[in-house]
């Protein structure tokens, strides 16, 4: 037998040689084969007896055996027979050699051995040759497509598993969907009933003002409420097309949680609850947008107050430690089971969804602050040491190096509202005419004198015949939309000075653009906070030079 046998079990490529078993007793006659096929690259394997050939054949794949009809003890029909029911050799092509004469008979029997073909002493080296060329090529090429096959097949397996899981999840976010809209539905309606019972009071109060006060003090917490629900919605979405962007500036972190703080003590104490916030002597600065830090804070402590039944204990703690400022808000309220702590941070999820919960909520808010945290570089944690054992949330973000705040930064105050009004002639157009009456009614009361329109044409149409110093414009209206209403009257020669104030419901980022490249000056997204409103207008309007009078 030769003296290196390849084995079976590399992958036959179309090039690589394939494993030819030489079987004959004389070694003369093996010598004379391997002079013959040597020019073909292939492996020669040499086998004097039926038996060696068998044992080889356990432990090597055979593409072409060249057998010696007549041998002493196992003959070559006989070894043919055996070859062939064992299925790993199916494939392999047998060529029986045989120094006689073969009748018909004679190759009937080979053929039903399993031969593929004959060949006859003397040889003729050409013949021996071009058959077992084509014999090891067609074994290739067969090896080659059952690998294709076996890596097809492998390919749709893991495929099919891939989009089967696909599949699973997107029912899973299908699900949700469903469950956040139908929970949407009813986090909306809330405060909707509550404006309308408000409402409802409000045109049967009669003389009594403390009963319209009342009434306004809730419509005027509803309506925060929606906004700050839309808000969230809008913020998640950002979220899910990469689109949050945050305005950073230098600032001190004591200020901006004692602001959030401030706006959220009067919320918390209402319900019974003692809240102490801990801060550091030392400055702590940081380089944050301050808006969405204190959504941060605000919303932890809106969490905190949520979650702690009446005369519990909040507690907000700033804190340097190394390079990382550290924002603690503790409570001692229901605490979050270990299950529910890993997934507190994934959209819409909520502890607890049943019917009786007395919390509202849209399970956002937590997926908008660790976003938000990660986004300023900082991390945000949740602990708790289990159900009604009170929480803590650790937000950590990374310090200022200290030259980097001016001094100051950070400082910077809203510019304060004038008192003195400022007597302005307003034209509102939207086609909402509940808003656009209400934005004049405001107008109104506070000195100003507006008028309404309800589609884009008609607030052309005033806008001619009052010169307006100021409008308000809706963006999406009927007949002529509000980019073209500003387009148009910045082309009017008493259009140029207006200020044109955008009062729409889109709010990214490419909306404002829009707005500003149609003419506007300002754009403000509803619902409008009337002091703000009032606010600009006064400081808008205070130093602008004062147009001609209406015609
Ligand atoms: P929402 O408050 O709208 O439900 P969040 O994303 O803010 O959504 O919170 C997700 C869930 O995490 C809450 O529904 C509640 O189960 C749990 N959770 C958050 N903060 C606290 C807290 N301070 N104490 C107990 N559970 C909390």
Redesign the pocket.
Known sequence: MAATVPTGDAEARPSAPVNILLVDDSQAKLLSYEAMLGDLGENLIRANSGNEALELLLHTDVAVILLDVCMPGMDGFELAAMVRRHPRFQKTAIIHVSAVNLTELDRLKGYQSGAVDYVSVPIVPELLRAKVRVFADLYRKTQELERLNRELEDRVGSRTVELEASLGRLRENDRRKDEFLAMLAHELRNPLAAISNAVGVARRSGRSEERAQQAHEVIDRQTRHLSRLIDDLLDASRIARDKLELQKEPLDLADAVSAAVDSIRPQIESRGSRLTLDLPKERIRLSADRVRLAQVVM??L???A???PSAGEIGVQVRREGDQAVVR?T?S????SPD?LSQ??EMF????QSLERT???????????RRLVQMHGGSLE?R?AGAGR??E?VLRLPVLADAALPATAGDAKPVEATSEPVRVRALVADDNEDTAETFAVLLGLHGHEAVVAHDGETALEVAERFRPQVVLLDIGMPRVNGYDVARRIREKPWGKDILLIATTGWSQPEDRQRTREAGFDVHLVKPVEPDALMTLLAERLKNAPQPPPAP
Do not use: E, M, P, R
């Open positions: 919303n932890l809106d969490n905190a949520k979650f702690t808000v409570d309220g229901i605490g979050i529910a507190i941070f999820y909520q502890a607890d919390t509202g909520g849209l399970g956002l808010g937590l997926t908008l602050a949740a708790s009170g929480s949330f």
